[in-house]
């Protein structure tokens, strides 16, 4: 009888006992699931975040990209008009070395004529002035010239012949004494008549009438300036100056061509 409880306590033990581990299982896997679950919606969560921040960052590399483009465009403008200035430097040093070679052509037969001939040059008032060591005066409301003046005559028409190209401004001068006269009416009449004088004298001697030019300025432009009424005052500014004239036309058409 013993046995028989025994028989049937194992066999109702045998009964329950997978019932009750298939619901722990059960349980278990519900539980694998919905944490399976909850790991599944946090991964979600944060796919929707990454491709949030790569559609941010795409925006930004948009716009990046666009700035990047306009910079490249910025520089590729600045580049072109640096090498315009460039040009343009290049341009007018060229024109300036042009200029240059031409004002060194301009002045050389004049440095060379003037440096042979043992004459000397000065500036004044923007003039290139021969400096002669006889100077060519005249006596008080006379245009003739003094025998004494052949020799500084000779050596001006040895210059001249010698250098072609070389041209000359006589600039006959008066003292402030004024005249007027059946020949001379005023000092601008004198001062030229002076100047006159030296270029007909030149030409005898056989400069090329071309290379010369007679003016007069009259009492306007005195020499010495120091007790205007002596005698040796009045005798310094009764004068003729010789004023250097180089062939500057050349110049003039460079800077015309060049917008200089």
């Excluded at 601008?188 to 006159?196: E, F, H, I, K, Y």
């Excluded at 005698?231 to 310094?236: F, L, Q």
């Amino acid at each position: 009888m013993k046995l028989r409880y025994s028989l049937l306590g194992m066999a109702f033990v045998l009964l329950v006992l997978p019932s009750c581990v298939s619901k722990k299982k059960f349980t278990a896997l519900e539980e694998e699931k919905a944490s399976l679950a909850n790991s599944l919606s946090n991964l979600e969560k944060k796919v929707e975040m990454l491709e949030s921040d790569n559609n941010t960052l795409a925006a930004e590399k948009d716009e990046l990209s666009k700035k990047v483009g306009m910079v490249e465009n910025q520089l590729q403008s600045t580049e072109e008009k640096v090498a315009a200035v460039n040009k343009s430097v290049e341009d007018k040093q060229a024109q300036i070395n042009m200029l240059r070679d031409e004002i060194t052509s301009a002045f050389s037969d004049v440095e060379k004529a003037v440096s042979e001939s043992g004459q000397r040059i000065t500036e004044l008032e923007d003039m290139l002035y021969l400096d002669l060591e006889d100077p060519i005066n005249f006596a008080t409301g006379s245009a003739r010239l003094n025998k004494e003046d052949n020799q500084t005559l000779e050596e001006l028409a040895a210059m001249l012949k010698k250098s072609p190209n070389l041209n000359l401004i006589i600039e006959g001068h008066t003292d402030d004494r004024p005249i007027n006269t059946a020949k001379y009416q005023d000092n601008w009449d004198l001062s030229v008549a002076r100047s006159v004088s030296i270029v007909r004298k030149l030409i005898d001697l056989g400069v090329n009438p071309k290379q010369l030019t007679a003016a007069g300025k009259g009492e306007y432009h005195p020499k010495v300036m120091d007790d205007p009424t002596s005698t040796e005052t009045r005798a310094a500014n009764r004068r003729t100056e010789v004023i250097l004239v180089p062939q500057i036309g050349r110049l003039y058409e460079v800077s015309k061509e060049k917008g200089t």
